[in-house]
C-alpha cells in the first residue's frame, strides 16, 4: 500500500486547514488509517484514526478542533483541522494498519502554525 499525503503549509493561530491521504495498492488490506504528528524534538505522537467501520478515535489535545473522516470508495483520510495552536506545528504523516500486521506510511506534510 502507497500513501500519498497533500495539504499542509502555513496558517495563522486560530486557522483552519485540511492535509488528505491517498491511499492505492492493495487497498483491501487497509485495517485502519491514521495521522500522526512529529514536532521538532518530540516523539510521534497519534493525532487520529478511523476504522474499517468508521470508529474514529483522537488524541485528547485535538478532540473537537480536528476531524477525520474516511472515503472508503477513494481510499482517502482526510483530517480537517480548525482552531489551530502554534503547538499544532509538526510533520503530519499518513499511517494505514493493514491485515496481517504491518502497515505503510506516507511521507509527511508539514503544518505550520504561525503568525
Known amino acids: 500500500v502507497q500513501l500519498v499525503e497533500s495539504g499542509g503549509g502555513l496558517v495563522q493561530p486560530g486557522g483552519s486547514l485540511s492535509v488528505s491521504c491517498v491511499a492505492s495498492g492493495n487497498i483491501y488490506s487497509i485495517n485502519r488509517m491514521a495521522w500522526y504528528r512529529q514536532a521538532p524534538g518530540k516523539q510521534r505522537e497519534l493525532v487520529a484514526a478511523?476504522?474499517?467501520?468508521?470508529?474514529?478515535t483522537y488524541a485528547d489535545s485535538v478532540k473537537g478542533r480536528f476531524t477525520l473522516a474516511r472515503d472508503f470508495t477513494k481510499t482517502t483520510a482526510v483530517l480537517q483541522m480548525k482552531s489551530l495552536k502554534p503547538n499544532d506545528t509538526a510533520v503530519y504523516f499518513c499511517?494505514?494498519?493493514?491485515?496481517?500486521?504491518?502497515?505503510?506510511w506516507g511521507v509527511g506534510t508539514q503544518v505550520t502554525v504561525s503568525s
Open positions: 499511517q494505514a494498519s493493514l491485515l496481517g500486521g504491518s502497515d505503510s
Open positions: 478511523i476504522t474499517r467501520s468508521g470508529i474514529t
